[in-house]
């Protein structure tokens, strides 16, 4: 590895750890399955995308043991502040969906860059959906990025599977609005509500990330198609049902209660 490449990865080690300790604040976070991240073979990650939030907690944990290359969309990617960093970690920079942005390009530089990673050794995050859920489980519909990649994927790679439940309800998902909130507007709103609650009231929210190997099954489910292939994601997403939203309140000593979709 490159000296340069070792920065990197300490930096990202140390980014990692702040954030989980800032994270703690509000969320309580429980990992499934952590053993498979002690893998030594490049890793293709497919997590499911409740919030905007759930990038960031994903990394933060994927750190505690190993280390990961993102996928990320060109909206957070440009950003002045952080593109030197994403530049040099490797990370891919795919067009913004939601904003109608689109590359026609892009299922081949994603293939591309995905690939160069694995033979350099690097575990991948790729969200299938390409965007997050707008209801309480998860959808691929057509997207074709996760298919194109694991029906032409290495032997040497393995896939896994990420879980993710509990963010659903939370500031930083579509649940209240049915729209993507301002990411950093949250996280604005986030820094305040911490010392809100004199740092150790903060309300929990619990997050629960659940690591499954995948690898055969989701080969085989490839060699059926894109649509056979994008279903069984969504079944393994959506194992436990459609999740209700859980809205949290934000200061521990204001009037409110802990409420579900049905209970607002």
């Known amino acids: 590895m490159k000296k340069t490449d070792f920065f990197i990865v300490l930096l990202s080690k ?13 969320y309580k976070i429980t990992l499934k399955g ?127 599977g990420v879980r993710i439940t509990g963010l659903w309800g939370s500031m930083f998902s579509k649940a209240k609005t049915g729209k993507s909130p301002d990411f950093f507007v949250q996280i604005l709103k986030g820094i305040f509500y911490v010392p809100a609650n004199l740092l150790f009231f903060v309300p929990k929210r619990n997050v629960s990330i659940e690591f499954v190997d995948l690898t055969l099954i989701a080969k085989e489910r490839a060699i059926l198609g894109q649509k056979p292939f994008n279903i069984f994601l969504e079944d393994f997403y959506n194992m436990h049902g459609e999740e209700q939203a859980l809205f949290i309140k934000y200061i521990f000593y204001l009037p409110g209660a802990v409420m579900t979709e049905q209970g607002k």
């Open 34 to 160: 952590s053993e498979i991240l002690q893998n030594n073979s490049p890793i293709l990650f497919l997590p499911n995308h409740q919030a905007l939030i759930d990038p960031v907690i994903l990394l933060s944990q994927i750190y505690r043991f190993s280390t990961a290359t993102p996928v990320i969309s060109e909206k957070y990617y440009d950003m002045p502040l952080v593109n030197w960093y994403f530049k040099r970690m490797g990370a891919v920079r795919v067009s913004d969906l939601e904003t109608g942005n689109r590359d026609t390009q892009v299922l081949k530089s994603i293939t591309r860059s995905v690939f160069k990673g694995f033979r350099r050794n690097k575990n991948i995050v790729i969200y299938p959906s390409g965007q997050i859920a707008g209801q309480g489980y998860e959808k691929i519909f057509n997207k074709k990025s996760a298919y194109h990649i694991v029906s032409t994927i290495p032997e040497n790679v393995q896939i896994v």
């Open 14 to 26: 140390v980014l990692a750890f702040k954030i989980r300790l800032l994270i703690c604040f509000r």
